[in-house]
């Protein structure tokens, strides 16, 4: 048989560029943390996570990411369904500025939505006045992580739901079903995996957002203090060690929930396959 070309190189020099570029990127950068890490016993560690200023920065960035992604797995299939399923003016600068996250600086939004959700702010000025504090609380953390993880979730569901065949719809309002029961039977379990991913990606991001994140937080110890700026002060002070070892568990963090939304999604993707 004549053997087919192929438009890129051999297999060698593509899984060689691949891998050299992973390692790079990817692989040395994560293995230094555990090097570093690896310097102190486990005592130390131990010692350095759960420090009680350590264990509120936890417990903010856990809670203010898995509500912000929460948040964003509804938001995002809603604005999905919009771009995807209706046709209006401004359509395309709409999508276009579902990147707006992805392109903007994140000083810049953090710094932009700390003016919006402040007490003199257009926004946060409505609320004041209903008793309602935003900026520099949690609930301000949460709007900024809202603000940088709804486009993972958007794309992630956007293409699934050009694929879907609008026939299912179709067929399931011919025999009878409301609207509401053919989205939920029909449509959103196609959805799943996507919603999972983008959730998972939202998640990730969220979890260790820094630069829109610190000027709206107010940073109060305790309180709205988030874990990246605790590394960020342990790197300042040149205690390398331990700002690696609290980076090492959001690293862990991170890992377990992506590998948990992988786990979902996989079994969600057997049991499509399985009814089809």
Do not use: H
Not at 84 to 97: A, E, N, S
Not at 133 to 145: C, E, P, V
Not at 150 to 163: G, M, N, S, T, Y
Not at 218 to 223: A, D, F, I, K, V
Request: glycine share 8%; charged share 15%; aromatic share 10%.
């Amino acid at each position: 048989m004549k053997r087919k070309k192929r438009i890129i190189p051999g297999f060698g020099i593509s899984m060689g560029v691949t891998v050299t570029l992973l390692s790079l990127m990817v692989i040395i950068p994560l293995a230094s943390l555990v090097v570093f890490t690896s310097k102190m016993s486990f005592s130390e560690i131990w010692n350095v996570i759960t420090r009680p200023r350590v264990l509120a920065s936890f417990r903010v960035s856990l809670i203010t990411a898995l509500i912000a992604s929460l948040i964003n797995a509804v938001m995002g299939v809603i604005l999905a369904w919009v771009l995807v399923r209706y046709k209006f003016p401004g359509k395309r600068i709409l999508d276009g500025m579902i990147e707006l996250p992805f392109a903007l600086p994140t000083a810049v939004a953090g710094i932009a939505l700390t003016s919006l959700y402040s007490d003199s702010g257009w926004i946060g000025s409505i609320f004041a006045k209903l008793g309602i504090k935003i900026a520099y609380t949690r609930i301000g953390i949460t709007i900024a992580l809202i603000f940088i993880g709804i486009p993972f979730v958007v794309r992630a569901v956007q293409p699934v739901l050009e694929k879907i065949d609008p026939q299912y719809e179709e067929a399931a309002g011919i025999l009878g079903a409301s609207r509401a029961r053919t989205f939920r039977k029909v449509i959103l379990p196609e959805l799943y995996p996507a919603i999972f991913t983008g959730f998972g990606l939202a998640f990730g991001r969220c979890l260790g957002e820094y630069g829109s994140v610190v000027f709206i937080a107010g940073n109060q110890p305790y309180e709205t203090e988030i874990t990246p700026l605790i590394i960020m002060s342990e790197l300042q002070e040149y205690d390398y060690s331990s700002a690696t070892a609290i980076a090492l568990v959001m690293l862990l963090a991170a890992f377990i929930i992506l590998f948990l939304v992988n786990l979902i999604q996989i079994r969600n993707t057997r049991i499509l396959k399985g009814g089809n």
